[in-house]
């Protein structure tokens, strides 16, 4: 006659691995909540755009988040990421002479970001000036094609064309 046999007990208690799975979402959701919290709120005003005239308001920018990034290039002045968002925010909030500033101390940093000429070309044609937009391109072209002999991406060619034509930019 076959005896009986227990069960082996499992490896990990259904209630162990329910309080674990339950630590790590709520941890999860927790990290969610405060994200959405501490992330920076834009607001919008209806100044019109430097140049052109957009439809679009213009965000009122965050003046404690632009001193964090110019608190880290205090720091670190060789820091291209932090000149780089900077920028980008300075642009947003229309500060296109400031915008240029900021692209340009990220390419002394690391000249070799096609994708920073590509948003100093943006800032110089929403600051009206469509020449030196131009000019930086022609910059990058050269820069580019001495050290690597390739052509530039067609995302920053197709910039050229909208520049050189005085069409609208898209954001």
């Not at 208690?13 to 969610?32: D, E, K, M, Q």
């Not at 044609?125 to 390739?150: H, M």
Request: aromatic share 8%; net charge negative.
């Amino acid at each position: 006659m076959a005896r009986y046999r227990e069960p082996d007990p499992p490896l990990v208690s259904p209630t162990l691995l329910s309080g674990f799975a339950g630590i790590f979402f709520g941890a999860l959701l927790g990290y969610v909540i405060a994200a959405q919290q501490l992330a920076p709120q834009r607001v919008w005003s209806a100044a019109p755009v430097a140049t052109q005239a957009a439809a679009a308001p213009v965000p009122i920018v965050d003046e404690r988040e632009l001193q964090v990034y110019r608190d880290i290039l205090a720091r670190d002045p060789k820091n291209a990421r932090a000149a780089i968002e900077l920028g980008n925010r300075l642009y947003d909030a229309g500060r296109y002479a400031e915008a240029i500033r900021a692209a340009e101390a990220a390419l002394d940093v690391d000249p070799l970001l096609e994708s920073v000429y590509r948003q100093l070309m943006r800032y110089h044609y929403r600051a009206g000036n469509k020449a030196q937009a131009l000019k930086v391109y022609r910059n990058c072209e050269k820069l580019i094609g001495e050290l690597f002999g390739d052509g530039l991406t067609p995302q920053t060619r197709h910039l050229f064309d909208i520049i050189s034509n005085d069409a609208e930019l898209d954001g």
